[in-house]
């Protein structure tokens, strides 16, 4: 007869995994210190289940980590088993994010010390410096949100020689070096498949952005826009020959980027499949601007598009109460899958009941 196996006799890597699983809710997120707390909290309780789980919930309870203060950071480099288990998402946050931060000593400090790094976010630190990127222990770094200014000259960020290849970048509206962004696209330019920009054009970094954009364009896949792009960044859209999903915020001029796009559909452009809008007060005008090139019989960016995303946006009754049914009825007749968040907030917003 079979020996009886209960959940407390799993192999350690059946128990990580279903560790993983059950900390990989949007109620355990790196997002606020509420729902961080909470995970670890989950992952300490797993941890009493029996002496077979304490070694899997150790290694999930590193596996993301949120040093947002001193005493996080203090506790963390004094653990006897920094760097025995993998960390693959790390939040660092500075004393310049508006609470008690990080100062970029002991952020390097951290980065030193934890290994196997995949995620990284760094936020708002006043003196740390770039060449914490060359740490060895970020090898495996596939995704940058980066959220920090660096105070180094530019002789020392031009001869950076990064370890890593990213997948996915984040800029955020800081006031990056020149250097810093041209060295990110070209040591990233053939890997690089998802590019978010939330920097607007009055930045000082913006011009650096404009001229390395070409580095990494014709690779990507993914491409959001959080702030109106300027007339000469524009220009290098077509240069987006394999993007298949864009994301755009409301202050986008829509019409001009979408006409920027290389003609879909063709051996050289494959289609854009998803297109994702935030709308604010401009509904009609959206509505008219994606109507009109779904319509289109030339071979537009949208010819094959196949989902339309639109996370805040009001019910489909007032899609068509405030102007926008006929976005409706030609997602309807060219098979377009429109998702619609119905975020109440955005609604209440737009228009008085």
């Known amino acids: 007869m079979m020996p009886r196996t209960t959940i407390k006799d799993l192999p350690f890597e ?10 990989s809710g949007p109620e355990y997120t790196l997002e606020s210190a509420s729902s961080w707390s909470s995970r670890s909290h989950f992952v300490r309780n797993c941890a009493l ?12 309870l590193w ?13 963390l480099l004094a653990s006897p088993v920094i760097g025995l288990y993998g960390t693959r998402q790390l939040d660092l946050a500075g004393v310049h994010a508006g609470h008690e931060g990080l100062s970029g000593t002991t952020a390097a400090r951290v980065l030193l010390k ?15 410096s770039v060449r914490v990127l060359q740490n060895d222990n970020l090898a495996g770094l596939r995704t940058l949100l980066l959220a920090t200014s660096f105070p180094d000259k530019p002789a020392t960020i031009a001869a950076l020689r990064l370890p890593f290849r990213l997948r996915s970048l984040h800029l955020f509206n800081r006031t990056y070096s020149p250097h810093v962004i041209s060295t990110l696209f070209s040591s990233s330019s053939t890997s690089l498949e998802s590019l978010t920009l939330l920097t607007g054009s009055s930045s000082p970094s913006y011009p650096a952005l404009v001229r390395s954009f070409p580095l990494v364009a014709p690779n990507l896949s993914h491409f959001a826009l959080q702030h109106r792009p300027s007339p000469a960044l524009v220009e290098h859209f077509a240069l987006l020959v394999r993007l298949q999903y864009l994301e755009c915020h409301f202050a986008v001029d829509l019409a001009s980027v979408l006409d920027a796009l290389p003609p879909s559909g063709s051996a050289a452009a494959p289609p854009l499949r998803t297109l994702s809008l935030e709308l604010d007060y401009n509904l009609s005008d959206v ?6 090139r779904l319509v289109d019989p030339l071979r537009g960016p949208l010819r094959g598009l196949e989902r339309l995303r639109i996370p805040r946006a009001p019910t489909r009754r007032e899609f068509r109460e405030f102007g926008a049914g006929a976005l ?19 609604r209440t917003r737009m228009f008085v009941d």
């Open 14 to 23: 059946l128990l990580e995994l279903i560790l993983d699983h059950a900390t």
């Open 49 to 60: 289940v029996s002496r077979q789980w304490r070694s899997p919930a150790q290694a999930t």
């Open 63 to 75: 596996a993301s980590l949120r040093v947002h203060s001193p005493a996080t950071a203090k506790r």
């Open 114 to 128: 934890v290994k196997g790094v995949k995620w990284l976010r760094l936020a708002d630190f006043g003196r740390l």
């Open 287 to 292: 509505s008219a601007v994606v109507v009109s």
């Open 328 to 346: 409706l009825d030609v997602c309807d007749e060219r098979g377009v899958v429109l998702e619609v968040g119905e975020t109440v907030a955005w």
